[in-house]
């Protein structure tokens, strides 16, 4: 394992088990892992997300700290560490483009043949600035309901057949539970990692990345086409077997 100089995690489905903050072990294993490695998590959420599921679940010492760097919303905030937090921020989606992402959800449920939700726990969509983040059954929902409806991926499969017809400059991917991203095109996990490497001089071999949805179609799988080695997780635990191993 030790020729890897950089190890980049998604979070949820991989970290964390979906919106939900680390655990006590994970973050103690990120903290040991970044004695030794340069660590990166990429993920669709936003910075706000990032800092209640990952930087307040952090007690590893300031030095080791700035072998973190932190991509929320697939990279198009790229944060790292010196003392504090420094995040860039790429240009948001327009509001002519949110607006057309909007009401292409409108009616999705019916356009690709699935029942309505019985219940919608806050906002369906929320905006993350360069990305529209659609939740099945909302934002808030509660995790044992969201980990229950789309067990296989192919709810949110369907509905991103029909979404690819109507938005056609824009890329959709799956996350989570019972998310998807809507970007412009060309803005993903790939985009993020590429401006990763770029600023930390890292090249691809030394890098392995982490996930959970590198199947076609999922939010990690463009990871795929950078050609940097990738490791597919089915949950948390998984994920900690895998630093264990990068410990050893």
């Known amino acids: 394992m030790e020729k890897?100089?950089?190890i980049a995690f998604d979070i949820d489905g991989t970290l964390t088990r979906s919106k939900l903050p680390l655990d006590v072990e994970m973050a103690t294993l990120l903290c040991r892992l970044m004695k030794r490695y340069k660590v990166a998590i990429i993920s669709g959420a936003n910075h706000e997300q990032f800092k209640w599921q990952i930087i307040d679940c952090l007690s590893c010492l300031p030095e080791h700290m700035k072998n973190l760097y932190l991509l929320p919303v697939d990279g198009t905030v790229?944060?790292?560490?010196?003392?504090?937090?420094?995040?860039?921020?790429?240009?948001?989606?327009?509001?002519?483009?949110?607006?057309?992402?909007?009401?292409?959800?409108?009616?999705?449920?019916?356009?690709?043949?699935?029942?309505?939700?019985?219940?919608?726990?806050?906002?369906?969509?929320?905006?993350?600035?360069?990305?529209?983040?659609?939740?099945?059954?909302?934002?808030?929902?509660?995790?044992?309901?969201?980990?229950?409806?789309?067990?296989?991926?192919?709810?949110?499969?369907?509905?991103?057949?029909?979404?690819?017809?109507?938005?056609?400059?824009?890329?959709?991917?799956?996350?989570?539970?019972?998310?998807i991203e809507v970007t412009r095109t060309g803005i993903d996990k790939a985009y993020g990692l590429r401006k990763l490497m770029e600023r930390t001089g890292i090249s691809k071999e030394r890098i392995l990345y982490i996930g959970d949805k590198l199947f076609e179609g999922g939010n990690d799988a463009p990871v795929l086409t950078l050609g940097i080695e990738c490791r597919v997780v089915n949950d948390p635990e998984e994920t900690k077997k895998t630093i264990f191993e990068l410990l050893k």
């Not at 010196?82 to 949110?98: F, G, H, T, V």
């Not at 939700?117 to 939740?135: H, T, V």
């Not at 949110?156 to 959709?172: D, H, Q």
């Open 78 to 179: 790229f944060c790292s560490y010196d003392d504090d937090w420094q995040c860039e921020n790429d240009a948001p989606i327009s509001r002519e483009e949110k607006a057309l992402i909007t009401t292409a959800f409108e009616d999705i449920f019916v356009k690709s043949g699935l029942s309505n939700p019985d219940k919608i726990y806050g906002e369906l969509i929320e905006d993350r600035g360069a990305q529209l983040n659609f939740s099945a059954l909302g934002q808030n929902a509660p995790i044992e309901l969201k980990e229950k409806w789309d067990t296989d991926n192919k709810k949110r499969a369907r509905i991103v057949e029909i979404l690819k017809s109507i938005l056609p400059s824009f890329s959709m991917r799956i996350g989570g539970t019972t998310s």
């Open 4 to 6: 890897f100089d950089l």
